[in-house]
């Protein structure tokens, strides 16, 4: 897609969902946007084809991935389908004023679960505070909410890079569940994620000196805890055990002053 094209769809992708969510005379002055195809008496008619336009890719996109078996090759198709919705997916997040309803508002919401398909996690939680603030829902085919998606995607993805002996970034663990503390999700869900942080945060603790790993330790400790009692069989406690011992022994090398510092030797 050539730049000025990505430029006049992030332009009519604004227009679409400011036109839709403006007041009407004498209406109810909070309306809901509407970004359905034939929505829209006050959407200009560039918006309105736009709209129409980035629908029938993502009917088009979605039938042609149904009839894909591989998930590989789903993931590749992802992929190359991605670059297509950016503009449109940015135009509509920097309006700031929601989605509304209809197939091209389940774009942004897409989009978002297909960079989480392809490991783009940073751009994907970007999207996050956006699609939490407006509480847009997701398509009804994903049969999952905003939150509950995500926390699930990322915490499948680390457990399976964990699983092959791969770090899996602390950054992006941190980001989803900082924007998802207090978000009622699935325990078992939670779990995961739980895990996963206090995975990374013990192989973390392991690779530093023993002096400076306390509260890499005690935190690894509290989040695999946490998971373990969200979900007893999430499969932490041998991982427990080892986190207990490093503190024991990083305890008895360096035991804590009344201060809150650690002795010197």
Not at 76 to 104: C, F, H, N
Not at 189 to 205: C, D, M, N, P, S
Not at 206 to 228: C, G, K, T, Y
């Amino acid at each position: 897609m050539s730049l000025a094209r990505r430029k006049r769809n992030r332009i009519l992708a604004a227009q679409t969902i400011t036109a839709a969510a403006a007041p009407v005379r004498g209406a109810d002055p909070a309306p809901v946007a509407v970004l359905s195809p034939a929505a829209g008496a006050n959407t200009s008619p560039p918006a309105a084809r736009a709209a129409r336009e980035i629908a029938l890719r993502l009917t088009h996109d979605l039938r042609r991935l149904k009839e894909i078996r591989s998930i590989d090759r789903k993931i590749d198709a992802k992929r190359e389908m991605l670059p297509e919705y950016k503009s449109w997916v940015e135009g509509i997040v920097q309006a700031d004023a929601g989605i509304g309803t209809g197939i091209a508002a389940d774009v942004v919401p897409t989009y978002m679960v297909w960079l989480l398909d392809v490991g783009a996690f940073d751009t994907a939680i970007e999207l996050l505070p956006f699609l939490l603030r407006h509480r847009v829902e997701m398509p009804k085919r994903y049969a999952r909410d905003v939150p509950t998606i995500v926390v699930e995607l990322v915490g499948d993805a680390a457990a399976k890079a964990q699983s092959a002996g791969q770090p899996f970034d602390p950054a992006v663990l941190d980001s989803v569940d900082n924007l998802t503390t207090g978000i009622d999700i699935h325990d078992e869900v939670r779990a995961k994620l739980l895990k996963a942080i206090g995975i990374e945060q013990l192989r973390t603790a392991e690779d530093m000196p023993a002096e400076n790993s306390r509260i890499v330790l005690e935190s690894a400790l509290f989040n695999l805890r946490e998971a373990q009692r969200l979900h007893d069989r999430v499969g932490v406690k041998d991982r427990i055990k080892r986190a207990d011992k490093l503190l024991a022994a990083v305890s008895a090398a360096t035991p804590v002053t009344e201060t809150g510092g650690t002795s010197a030797a």
